[in-house]
């Protein structure tokens, strides 16, 4: 990870956002493996200390690190939480939509 911001405050889950290299994101799409899902057990285990209702349960995978994306960080180079917010805009909203229910049948 180049870096990872914990979203979802007033969400009914904690998501985050995490900053993974090209190259490493490269080598697990040849593997076949999806991203978000790979890398998600290994965020929830550096988290240890955090209860698990504060443990992310969904991953937005954003290339690069946080200087790669000049409009989410600050001079210094922190991370603006509402700017990353807006730069995942749909892909975000997609995390917290409720999945429809099969039909009964």
Known sequence: FQGA???????PFVS????????????LA???RDAAEALLP????TLQAFSDYEKP????????SPA?????V???LKVKRDAVIAFLGP??????EPRAKPAAG
């Not at 985050?16 to 080598?27: H, I, K, N, S, T």
């Not at 892909?91 to 917290?96: F, G, N, T």
């Open 68 to 72: 790669d994306h000049p409009s989410i």
């Open 42 to 45: 290994l965020v929830r285990s």
């Open 91 to 96: 892909r975000l909203a997609a995390v917290y």
């Open 74 to 76: 600050t001079p210094t």
């Open 57 to 64: 349960h969904k991953l937005l995978v954003i290339p690069g």
């Open 30 to 32: 040849a593997e076949g």
């Open 16 to 27: 985050a956002a995490v900053f993974v290299a090209p190259e490493f994101l490269a080598r």
């Open 5 to 11: 911001v914990l979203l979802g405050e007033g969400r």
